[in-house]
């Protein structure tokens, strides 16, 4: 993983001051401290989510110098997405950032979640970066072909980022939130194969892979006895999850050095390449993982 490139100059324009960004999920967790980091470094942020009220609260509070306005959006809605990308580039004249961020989580056992379920997860967690890739995408295409290479805000040819929340479950395969690893794992190959792709046409593509945040979505999604404080803290062996302001800063650091991945914290980047190193040690203890899961989930259940 590659040390992220600080600006050396604070004055020097980047990639995060004076743009215009657009955050879906914003109204919560890792979505919501997106925004305050962007307004912090002089974004003009656009704060959407299918809870209109939570993005107003969030816009609201954001701190300057850059400034937000909340959007209601649902992401599983293709038209919606591609209208308030428009809006927001003929607003501004330009759509720099795209943090596709919003997601929900069911956790439990797989028999007992109802193809509905698996439905909705589908639709918001995989189909909503589908939908905010083909929305701005093309623009971003549109805006490197636009942007002469030799500009002098620092955009140098650049189309924009595409930002995409996926998670240690897009690099790991642990039981007992299965539907959430396969779309994570969806968007984890999204955004690489795009990467690739978009390189070269001036756009780029961050996914960003973080264990657990403190956020809302730990205590969402249970199904029967399955709880996702043990899950995910426990379970792991994770003291304390990640600070969601941390997060929205290690994220904005990858934007500006056009990362491909952040896998953050350190020791979820130790266990993804101890997996990639031993696929079958890895997989082993996945199902020992799953098994003690079983039974902290059992004892927390009979407490
Ligand atoms: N918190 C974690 O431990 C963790 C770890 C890794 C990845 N993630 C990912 O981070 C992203 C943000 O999660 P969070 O932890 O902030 O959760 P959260 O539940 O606090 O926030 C999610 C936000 O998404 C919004 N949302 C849900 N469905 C939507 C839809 N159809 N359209 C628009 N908005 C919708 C919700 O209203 C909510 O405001 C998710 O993609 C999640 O999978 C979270």
Redesign the pocket.
């Given at each position: 993983m590659p040390t992220p490139r600080l600006q050396a100059d604070p004055t020097a324009p980047d990639r995060i001051r004076g743009r215009t960004a657009l955050v879906?999920?914003?109204?919560?967790?890792?979505?919501?401290?997106l925004v305050r980091a962007l307004t912090a470094a002089g974004a003009d942020v656009v704060a959407?989510?299918?809870?209109e009220v939570?993005?107003a609260r969030v816009a609201a509070a954001a701190p300057g110098p850059g400034t937000a306005r909340a959007a209601r959006?649902?992401?599983?809605?293709g038209a919606a997405v591609q209208a308030l990308v428009d809006e927001t580039a003929a607003r501004s004249g330009r759509l720099d950032l795209l943090f596709n961020?919003?997601?929900?989580?069911f956790g439990g056992e797989t028999e007992d979640l109802t193809l509905a379920q698996w439905d909705a997860i589908i639709?918001?967690?995989v189909r909503?970066v589908v939908h905010g890739v083909a929305a701005a995408y093309p623009l971003m295409l549109r805006q490197a072909r636009t942007t002469p290479a030799d500009s002098t805000d620092g955009s140098d040819g650049w189309g924009g980022q595409i930002v995409n929340?996926?998670?240690?479950?897009g690099l790991m395969a642990a039981g007992l939130i299965t539907s959430?690893v396969a779309t994570?794992h969806a968007?984890v190959g999204l955004s690489l194969a795009l990467r690739s792709e978009a390189a070269a046409k001036g756009v780029g593509v961050t996914v960003?892979?973080?264990?657990?945040?403190?956020?809302?979505?730990?205590e969402?999604g249970h199904l029967g006895r399955f709880h996702g404080r043990d899950y995910?803290l426990k379970g792991q062996g994770v003291r304390r999850?990640?600070d969601?302001d941390v997060l929205a800063a290690q994220v904005l650091e990858a934007v500006r050095s056009d990362r491909a991945m952040l896998v953050t914290p350190r020791t979820a980047r130790v266990i993804w390449r101890v997996g990639r190193w031993a696929p079958g040690f890895t997989q082993r203890a996945s199902v020992r993982f799953v098994a003690k899961q079983r039974r902290l989930q059992a004892r927390r259940a009979a407490s």
């Open positions: 879906t999920g914003a109204g919560s967790g890792i979505g919501a401290a959407a989510d299918l809870d939570a993005a959006l649902d992401v599983t809605d961020n919003a997601g929900i989580t639709d918001v967690n909503g929340t996926a998670s240690m479950g959430y994570k968007v960003v892979c973080p264990s657990a945040v403190e956020t809302p979505i730990l969402k995910y999850p990640l969601p």
